[in-house]
């Protein structure tokens, strides 16, 4: 009875524990949570603005409206962010066709991840991604620029030739995608929000749930990856999963 009663005790104070470490977790990434943009709105932004230096960040675009900024994760990961306070996924902006075009933009800035390594890197190591407000720990809008997984090139070159313009469902990383193809001239004039929001039925109303990964395909195409999320699956809607920000890619 005591040895029941010990391993109870025992058992009750690691869930007191585990409580307070998640509710710390939790409080940690509230508090920094606007971490991304007061980088972008405090420091990037005003040094180029008054010094013609886009520092900390890689490089200030107001014309175009966004800042690359290389992230602590990974020795290749950038991030680009809009100049103006987008949270994420969710923000009515990104269905406003008269918004930039981020995604566009960050595929164009992937040469900083060459330029940092040094070396050139061919389009079918880069992947895009953005993840959904749950699959986040930031309030501003960042689109991660990095390194496809290995396995997940595999996949997607073994499944170029019967990908077109209809979204057809894969699985990738052990998670549900939606699946497109689309040409590199179609992603520059529609932005991957938008088609997201006009084609896969609800998804305007639930633009939250949702992650979006981009990568190239051997014919030269681009591919759409998008994932909704499903909490009862473990799922929280990161397509930022499909990226390795070790870049092992390049050292095969």
Request: with cysteine; charged share 25%; net charge positive.
């Amino acid at each position: 009875m005591q040895g029941r009663k010990r391993v109870l005790i025992v058992v009750g104070i690691a869930g007191v524990i585990l409580t307070a470490g998640c509710a710390s977790i939790a409080l940690n990434y509230k508090n920094n949570s606007d971490a991304l943009w007061k980088i972008v709105s405090q420091k990037c932004v005003p040094n180029q603005n008054q010094n013609n230096d886009p520092t900390p960040c890689r490089q200030v675009d107001l014309r175009n409206g966004y800042v690359v900024l290389k992230d602590r994760v990974g020795p290749l990961q950038f991030l680009l962010m809009p100049v103006e306070k987008i949270t994420g996924i969710e923000s009515p902006a990104l269905l406003n066709p008269a918004t930039p075009n981020f995604f566009a933009e960050a595929w164009r800035s992937r040469h900083f991840m060459e330029e940092k390594r040094g070396a050139p890197i061919d389009d079918s190591a880069y992947a895009l991604s953005i993840n959904s407000e749950r699959g986040r720990t930031q309030n501003q809008l960042h689109i991660h620029i990095s390194c496809l997984r290995p396995d997940i090139r595999q996949q997607l070159d073994s499944l170029s030739p019967k990908l077109t313009s209809l979204w057809q469902s894969e699985q990738l990383a052990g998670h549900t995608y939606q699946v497109r193809a689309v040409t590199r001239d179609e992603i520059k004039k529609m932005s991957p929000f938008l088609r997201l929001a006009r084609e896969i039925p609800g998804a305007r109303e639930e633009m939250y749930k949702y992650g979006i990964a981009v990568a190239a395909l051997p014919d030269g195409r681009r591919v759409m990856m998008v994932i909704k999320r499903n909490l009862l699956l473990m799922n929280r809607g990161s397509a930022e999963e499909l990226q390795d920000h070790s870049c092992s890619i390049l050292k095969s």
